[in-house]
C-alpha cells in the first residue's frame, strides 16, 4: 500500500537550516510528483511545490524561491524540503502528498507531517 | 493569483444531519477542485478530486458538485466520524495550488 513516512520532529533557532525527508514505498517512486504543504499552528494549509522524481525538475511559489530547495535519491525513493534562514514565521507542521496526475494533481497519499519549530 | 473561499467558516450540525460546504473561486479553474477533511494533529485525507470523483475507499455520503467558480461538498447524512475541518483545493496548471480557509463542522 501507499504510505510516506516523513522524518521526526525538529527544534531550530533562528537563521537556521532544516531538512525533511520523505520516504515513499508501496509504489513507483517516480511516476508519481511530490508536493510540500505546509500547515502554520492553528492555520490553514499553505502550498509550497512540487518535485518532479524522475526528472529532479522543481517549482515552488514564489514566497519560498531562493530559501527552499527540493532535491530526491530515486535509490532510496526519498524526497527532501531544504529550507534555509528559519524564521519564527516558518513554525509549522511541514507534510509532503503524492500527485498522481503530472503537474496538474490533486493530492491522494500525505505523509503524516513533520513539525518545524523555530524559537531562540 | 486565484484565491478560494469557504463558507461557512464553522458549522454546527447533529448527526443525520445533511451538510453542505461552498467554496467560491476568484476566476473559473473548471473542474480542477478537490475536497479533504483534517482531523486535530492528522494529516488531509483526500475525499473528491475534479470536483465530483469520489475518492477510493470515501464513504458514499460524500459528494462534490459545480464547475466553474462554485463548488459544493455535501454530506448526505452526518455521521460521528465526520467532525473535522474540511479543506478545498485548487490545482489547475496555469496558477498555484491554493487552498481554501477551511470550514470546521462542529456538533451542535
Known amino acids: 500500500q501507499v504510505h510516506l513516512e516523513q522524518s521526526g520532529a525538529e527544534l531550530k533557532r533562528p537563521g537556521a537550516s532544516v531538512k525533511v525527508s520523505c520516504k515513499a514505498s508501496g509504489y513507483t517512486f517516480i511516476g508519481y510528483y511530490i508536493h510540500w504543504v505546509r500547515q502554520a499552528p492553528g492555520q490553514g494549509l499553505e502550498y509550497m511545490g512540487w518535485i518532479n522524481p524522475d526528472s529532479g525538475g522543481t517549482d515552488f511559489i514564489q514566497k519560498f524561491q531562493g530559501r527552499v530547495t527540493l532535491t530526491r535519491d530515486r535509490s532510496t525513493s526519498t524526497a527532501y524540503m531544504d529550507m534555509t534562514r528559519l524564521t519564527s514565521d516558518d513554525t509549522a507542521v511541514y507534510f509532503c502528498?503524492?500527485?498522481?496526475?503530472?503537474?496538474?494533481?490533486?493530492?491522494?497519499?500525505w505523509g503524516q507531517g513533520t513539525l518545524v519549530s523555530v524559537s531562540s | 493569483d486565484i484565491q478560494l473561499t469557504q463558507s461557512p467558516s464553522t458549522l454546527s450540525a447533529s448527526v443525520g444531519d445533511r451538510v453542505t460546504i461552498t467554496c467560491r473561486a476568484s476566476?473559473?479553474?473548471?473542474?480542477?477542485l478537490a475536497w479533504y477533511q483534517q482531523k486535530p494533529g492528522k494529516a488531509p485525507k483526500l475525499l473528491i478530486y475534479k470536483a465530483s470523483s469520489l475518492q477510493s475507499g470515501v464513504p458514499s455520503r460524500f459528494s462534490g458538485s459545480g464547475s466553474g467558480t462554485e463548488f459544493t461538498l455535501t454530506i448526505s447524512s452526518l455521521q460521528p466520524d465526520d467532525f473535522a475541518t474540511y479543506f478545498c483545493q485548487k490545482y489547475d496548471s496555469y496558477s498555484p495550488w491554493t487552498f481554501g480557509q477551511g470550514t470546521k463542522v462542529e456538533i451542535k
Open positions: 502528498a503524492r500527485g498522481p496526475q503530472g503537474g496538474n494533481s490533486w493530492f491522494d497519499f
Open positions: 476566476q473559473s479553474i473548471s473542474v480542477w
